[in-house]
């Protein structure tokens, strides 16, 4: 049971480059989440989808999309990457509910 | 705007003592709190959910609730040097993204 994997687990981008960081989870959950974890200031909802064909901004969304592409797959795209966005990324997945949120091996992304 | 707030530590404790572990919640709604465990270079990993006023104990961890003061703690009994780590606490009000704190580094000194 792989339970929730991202792809790639290291990138490294010119500013300016795009890219989509892929998740996917095979537990069957209904919502899935994309957080940033950066030094002191915790983990960051980017953006999530509380179900298959929705999708909601969080905390930061401003520089990144999303794709809910099936119960299973959620995508993160950085169209133009920024220094700022140097972060490492985490995907999540949780059932609904009471229930609490199972995490990928996240994604360490440096953009110069 | 709902807030979860741990001290972010370092907490050092020494082999084979209790380690204590405290968040507390704004949001009077919250219905179910967890217990996450990051080691450095890792993701999170889910170690303990509570759902109710009380204690529930899993092993050497113990999740405490107090819903009237909003407040949630972890106790690990017998810390080891393999506990040694950063734990997130995280609140969940309905069917919303979990709320996380931003961690208490837990250091645990053979």
């Known amino acids: 049971n792989a339970g929730v994997t991202q792809t790639p687990k290291f990138q490294v981008l010119k500013t300016g480059q795009s890219m989509t960081l892929q998740c996917a989870q095979d537990m069957n959950h209904n919502s899935m989440y994309w957080y940033r974890q950066d030094p002191g200031m915790g983990l960051r909802l980017i953006y999530y989808?509380?179900?298959?064909?929705?999708?909601d901004k969080g905390e930061v969304p401003n520089g990144y999309n999303v794709s809910r592409l099936n119960k299973r797959e959620f995508s993160l795209r950085l169209e133009s990457a920024a220094p700022s966005q140097t972060s490492v990324y985490f995907c999540a997945s949780r059932a609904g509910g009471d229930l609490g949120a199972f995490f990928g091996q996240g994604t360490r992304l440096t953009v110069v | 705007q709902k807030e979860v707030e741990q001290n972010s530590g370092p907490l050092s404790v020494p082999e084979g003592a209790i380690a204590s572990l405290n968040c507390t919640y704004s949001d009077r709604g919250s219905q179910s709190f967890f217990w996450y465990r990051q080691y450095s270079g890792k993701s999170p990993e889910l170690i303990m959910s509570?759902?109710?006023?009380g204690d529930k104990e899993d092993g050497r961890f113990t999740a405490q609730l107090n819903k009237a003061s909003q407040y949630v703690s972890l106790l690990i009994r017998d810390s080891q040097p393999s506990d040694s780590a950063t734990y997130l606490c995280a609140v969940n009000s309905g069917n919303t993204p979990l709320v996380f704190g931003k961690g208490t580094r837990l250091s645990v000194i053979a």
């Open positions: 989808s509380a179900s298959e064909g929705t999708t």
């Open positions: 509570i759902y109710s006023n």
